[in-house]
């Protein structure tokens, strides 16, 4: 009888899955004959100025065409009377398994939960007009083979997989009751729900690498210093050996891709830099120096902007001080991004608060501190798909994304208002949002439209 109350349990938590991603997919227009933008000023992703009065023809999940003449064509016209068209967003670095829930519920709660958790979350993260995340760490590679098969409305994912870390870094969140570890031994819940690796040598550096590319990483994360939410790991460490981050880096280049690092302090980033690594996570506590050296190597700065303690709130009072020095970094880091012209991307790293990833497109405005509303938006679209691309073969996904040109993937954004005058439109995503489009598809339509043959 045990077994089947077993079997009764595990049916109905299948049936409960089943129903709860079909509700969570918000109704989608029929269009088989494309989507035609009627009368829109377009910003194309690149450049700060917007077009004059234009028409765009979707087909299929790509651009066809952009004219300033009419265009005539079997499809639903959505009719823009001037508004501005532009792509969908992108966060260079998200969490998508490890936004709403606190960081207990994660160690405790069973993974079918968290993963119900993290596909309403991803259907929020669209409506909120990001078509696109860089998933910097965790279990998400479920997640976007759901939004891929239209089972759950989410944006694109570029998984990283699990974080893979040193005994005692960041990301490792065994307790001391747990230690010592058994080489081969039981992984720890983490490890278990692959929300983080632990690796002491190259050997074990290069295994774990090769299970998340295996798995469909579009690149390899490593935490290469200390950082704020992590029990055991002060932020001025520096983790991994030169030899450990460069199997990294050389498992990630056999498969095509890269290896990015989470890294605060100058020696972690220029010890990763030094390794081969493309792409530096934070970057807070660096010198002048460090952001030199990026700039000479051409090193992608993928930072966020962290003004205030709000991205700790679940944390305690250690980590709390942490992120304190985090916060107080953000001003020289953006410093150096300008005055070095490094290749920055945007990116929120929201944990374990529902309430600040409502928050995301604040996070993006407030960019306007060191850059220009048009900067600010070219940065988190056209920039950030520069960053993407650095996956190379091993891109899921089959065109340009981040720019509205003929032949690009078709995430777009009708915006009530210009955002190049007024970024603080962003924020308000529900009000000003009138159309969120992804890979040809409408997700959200507030304008309706007919047919135009």
């Known amino acids: 009888m045990s077994g089947l109350r077993k079997s009764v349990r595990v049916s109905a938590l299948v049936a409960s899955i089943a129903m709860s991603l079909v509700a969570s997919r918000p109704a989608q227009a029929q269009q088989d004959g494309g989507v035609l933008f ?247 506590l660096m010198d002048d120096a460090s952001a030199r050296l990026m700039a000479e190597k051409g090193i992608w700065l993928s930072t966020q902007p962290f003004l205030d303690l709000s991205g700790a709130s679940a944390l305690g009072p250690a980590e709390q001080e942490k992120m304190r020095q985090v916060v107080a970094g953000t001003d020289r880091v953006y410093g150096f991004a300008k005055k070095y012209k490094l290749k920055t991307a945007f990116g929120t790293d929201v944990l374990f608060s529902q309430a600040l990833a409502d928050r995301q497109g604040a996070m993006l405005t407030a960019l306007t501190r060191w850059y220009t509303p048009a900067e600010a938006l070219i940065m988190a679209t056209s920039t950030n798909a520069e960053l993407l691309a650095l996956s190379g073969l091993r891109n899921p996904y089959s065109g340009k994304l981040g720019v509205v040109e003929e032949g690009a993937l078709a995430d777009l954004l009708l915006v009530e208002g210009n955002p190049i005058d007024n970024i603080k439109l962003i924020e308000d995503p529900a009000k000003n949002f009138l159309v969120i489009m992804k890979d040809g598809k409408v997700y959200k339509n507030l304008l309706g439209g007919d047919r135009n043959k």
């Open 38 to 284: 009627q009368n829109v000023r377009i910003f194309d992703g690149k450049n700060g100025a917007l077009s004059g009065p234009s028409n765009v023809l979707i087909r299929n999940n790509k651009i066809e065409k952009i004219s300033t003449a009419a265009i005539t064509a079997d499809a639903q016209v959505i009719a823009g009377d001037g508004r501005v068209l532009m792509p969908g967003l992108i966060d260079a670095h998200w969490h998508a398994l490890l936004v709403r829930p606190t960081p207990a519920a994660v160690m405790a709660s069973d993974v079918g939960y968290t993963n119900l958790l993290a596909a309403a979350e991803a259907t929020a993260t669209l409506m909120r007009g990001f078509t696109t995340i860089r998933d910097m760490g965790g279990p998400a590679f479920s997640l976007k083979r759901a939004i891929d098969e239209g089972l759950v409305a989410g944006p694109r994912i570029y998984p990283s997989g699990a974080i893979i870390t040193i005994t005692g870094g960041h990301g490792d969140f065994r307790q001391l009751s747990d230690l010592p570890r058994t080489i081969g031994g039981m992984l720890s819940r983490m490890e278990r729900i692959g929300g983080a690796m632990i690796a002491d040598s190259p050997d074990e550096v290069r295994v774990r690498a090769r299970e998340q590319l295996m798995q469909g990483a579009t690149q390899v994360k490593l935490t290469a210093g200390g950082g704020v939410a992590s029990p055991f790991s002060p932020i001025d460490v520096s983790t991994f050996t030169e030899p450990e981050l460069r199997a990294a880096v050389e498992a990630a280049e056999n498969w095509g891709t890269y290896v990015a690092v989470h890294a605060y302090t100058s020696v972690a980033i220029q010890r990763s830099i030094a390794a081969g690594v493309k792409c530096i996570e934070h970057g807070h």
